[in-house]
């Protein structure tokens, strides 16, 4: 019974490396007959080079782990503010109808046009590219626990007063296994939130990280260590969100079970 998903996977597998593959054939056929200037489109192996050479002998390791940095630390403060604020109002009607008008004029606030508050507060700083991640990363998070709260079988919270639960082992042993998928699936939102504005922030603060490398090769006309910087960008969102969705699957086997 096993042997046709996993024969799915691996077909699917297949098609995407194709489709990758097919990708960078026509990246290489576009630069090779120059339909674009080589000085905005190198070709794939030029980009390689520049990437391998950044990440053995030059500052791009450095300067990659100084992104991811500020994407899990912005990510992991947006998850568990939202987390927790979002289960205090989900739980609670009362809460809701007190919270939800300020969270609506809030929510479509775009992060990128409050980084000059940001950076009126706290200035050119890692605090202020942090502050403007969490910002932008909190509102799926924030959200979706709510909805996830809110959408709680009410049955359940009766057999919960029937037993003499408190509110935290209501909340801990009921209403967050329920709203799990919920939550979980605002903070791959939130993930991918937090790597852009990562970027951004260090594109505008001039912080040390891919953003700042992206720009300054992009204003002295190195393509490719532009694109060796994008390339890298790439990566990190597809690694993040593979292991992102294995601890989701992992997490939510027993709904796997069920089905």
């Known amino acids: ?28 056929a576009v630069a090779k007959a120059r339909l674009v200037s080589p ?43 939202g987390i927790l604020l979002g289960a205090l109002i989900g739980v609670s009607q009362a809460a809701r109808a007190y919270v939800e ?14 980084m000059p508050v940001a950076i009126a507060i706290l200035g050119l700083t890692d605090a202020m590219v942090l502050a403007v991640i969490a910002f932008g990363a909190l509102w799926p998070m924030l959200l979706a626990t709510v909805h996830g709260f809110a959408a709680v079988e009410p049955r359940l919270y009766q057999v919960s007063r ?16 329920s709203a799990m998928p919920d939550i979980l699936a605002g903070m791959r939102v939130g993930l991918t939130i937090a790597l852009i504005l990562a970027v951004v922030g260090e594109m505008l603060a001039s912080r040390p990280g891919l953003g700042q490398a992206i720009l300054l090769a992009a204003r002295s006309f190195q393509s490719a260590d532009l694109y060796a910087g994008v390339i890298l ?22 709904r796997n079970a069920h089905t």
């Open 39 to 81: 000085v905005f489109l190198p070709g794939p192996e030029r980009a390689w080079d520049a990437l391998v050479y950044g990440l053995t002998e030059g500052d791009l390791r450095e300067k990659t782990w100084a992104t991811i940095e500020r994407m899990l630390y912005g990510w992991l403060l947006a998850s568990l503010v």
């Open 101 to 114: 008008p300020t969270l609506e004029f809030l929510r479509p606030l775009p992060a990128s046009a409050m």
């Open 233 to 254: 960008l790439g990566a990190i969102g597809y690694v993040s969100g593979t292991l992102l969705s294995a601890v989701e699957a992992h997490l939510l086997r027993w």
């Open 1 to 28: 019974m096993t042997a046709l998903p996993t024969l799915n996977r691996i077909g699917w597998l297949l098609a995407s490396i194709g489709v990758g593959l097919l990708f960078i054939a026509l990246w290489y």
């Open 162 to 177: 029937a037993l003499g639960l408190s509110r935290r082992e209501v909340i801990w042993k009921i209403a967050l296994p």
